[in-house]
C-alpha cells in the first residue's frame, strides 16, 4: 500500500483545513517544498498536493508550488484543484504533476473526464470519490449533489478509471479516524478498484488497518503536521 503525504496549499503556503471548512484554516509552513523535502527525507515516494484556492475557484491558483515541488524533489506527485478543462489538466502535466485528480468535474462532467481518461489513461487521471454521508461532494466540499459514492465508482470503473481518492469529508481533518468500513463496503463491491484512503487517518495502526483491508494507497496530512503520528515510524510502513 501506498503512503501518501499530503500538503494543501493556499496563498502558497501549506495549510490544513477542517471538513473542507475554509475558515477553520491553520498554516503549518510557509514552504512547500521544504516540506516536500522533509517527506522525501524521510523515505517517502508520493505526495498528494492540493490546490485549496483552486478547487474553490475552479480553475488552478498555484500551478507554480506544483512545478517548484515537482523540480525541487523526486516525489511522485499527484495534483488537485480546480482542474475543470483540459487545458487546465495539460498544464498541470506541464508543470510536473505524474497524475491529476478529477474532483468536481467528475461529478458534473463525466464526458470530459473520459476524454481526459482516453488521451492520458487511469493511471494518470485519479478519480476524487469525496463523500459526506454517502453522496458526492463538490466544490471544495462546499456542496453536496445527489450521486452515491457506490455508484459514482462503479460508473467510472466502466469508463476506464482505476483509481480512487476517496475522503470521507465529515472525518477530513477531525483526527478522529478514517471511514474503515465505508472503505471496506466499496472493495466489496468493487474488488478491482483501487481505492486511496483519505480523511481522518491518524495512527500508523490504522495505516496497517488500512492496508490488511485492501486499500491502495492512504492519504495522511494533519495527523503528520499535528505530531499525531511520529513520521519515523510512519515512514517504516513505506514497502
Not at 516540506?35 to 508520493?46: C, L, Q, V
Not at 497524475?99 to 476524487?128: H, M, P, Q
Not at 492512504?218 to 515512514?235: F, M, Q, R, V, W
Request: with cysteine; hydrophobic share 45%.
Amino acid at each position: 500500500m501506498r503512503i501518501i503525504p499530503a500538503i494543501d496549499i493556499i496563498n502558497g503556503r501549506c495549510v490544513r483545513l477542517t471538513k473542507g471548512n475554509y475558515s477553520t484554516m491553520k498554516t503549518y509552513s510557509d514552504s512547500p517544498v521544504d516540506t516536500a523535502k522533509m517527506f522525501e527525507d524521510n523515505g517517502f515516494k508520493y505526495l498528494h498536493l492540493v490546490d485549496l484556492e483552486g478547487a474553490k475557484a475552479g480553475c488552478p491558483i498555484n500551478l507554480k508550488v506544483l512545478e517548484d515541488v515537482a523540480r525541487g524533489t523526486n516525489l511522485v506527485v499527484d495534483y488537485g484543484g480546480g482542474l475543470r478543462s483540459e487545458v487546465f489538466v495539460a498544464d498541470a502535466f506541464n508543470a510536473g504533476a505524474a497524475a491529476i485528480t478529477a474532483g468536481s468535474i467528475a461529478a458534473k462532467d463525466s464526458d470530459e473526464v473520459r476524454r481526459w481518461l482516453s488521451r492520458w489513461g487511469a493511471d494518470r487521471i485519479l478519480i476524487g470519490a469525496d463523500t459526506l454521508d454517502g453522496s458526492i461532494a463538490v466544490d471544495g466540499w462546499q456542496s453536496v449533489n445527489s450521486v452515491d459514492v457506490q455508484q459514482f465508482i462503479g460508473s467510472y470503473l466502466s469508463y476506464g478509471a482505476s483509481t480512487f481518492i476517496c475522503t470521507d469529508v465529515s472525518r477530513d481533518g477531525m483526527l478522529g479516524g478514517s471511514s474503515l468500513e465505508l472503505y471496506k463496503a466499496l472493495l466489496a463491491s468493487y474488488p478491482l478498484a483501487k481505492l486511496v484512503a483519505s480523511g481522518g487517518v491518524s495512527s500508523v495502526q490504522e495505516v496497517r488497518q488500512l492496508r490488511l483491508a485492501g486499500l491502495d494507497g492512504a492519504i495522511i496530512g494533519k495527523a503528520i503536521y499535528e505530531g499525531l503520528i511520529d513520521i519515523g515510524e510512519l515512514a517504516k510502513e513505506v514497502l
